[in-house]
């Protein structure tokens, strides 16, 4: 198990990870069709995805919660 203090860190990976995951998959099918090559053409757009997913969710991630902290109750 991970310390408690580490929960938002991971809260950013998994739903960068996932949240990737599913886009490429979709955005990829969308563009190029499912044939022989579609699993190579995602996996070379994830690979390119990943790290900027998770780089945007490290910066947007906590001024969102900032934002959404302030205009709830």
Same mark, same amino acid.
């Given at each position: 198990?991970?310390?408690?203090?580490?929960?938002?860190?991971?809260?950013?990976l998994v739903m960068g990870f996932g949240m990737s995951l599913l886009m490429t998959l979709i955005i990829t099918y969308v563009n190029t069709g499912m044939d022989n090559g579609y699993f190579n053409r995602f996996l070379k757009a994830w *690979?390119?995805? &990943?790290?900027?997913?998770?780089? *945007?969710?490290? &910066?947007?991630?906590?001024v969102a919660k900032k934002f959404v902290d302030k205009i709830t109750k």
């Open positions: 198990m991970f310390s408690k203090k580490y929960s938002n860190l991971l809260f950013i *690979a390119f995805g &990943l790290p900027i997913a998770i780089t *945007a969710a490290l &910066l947007v991630g906590p």
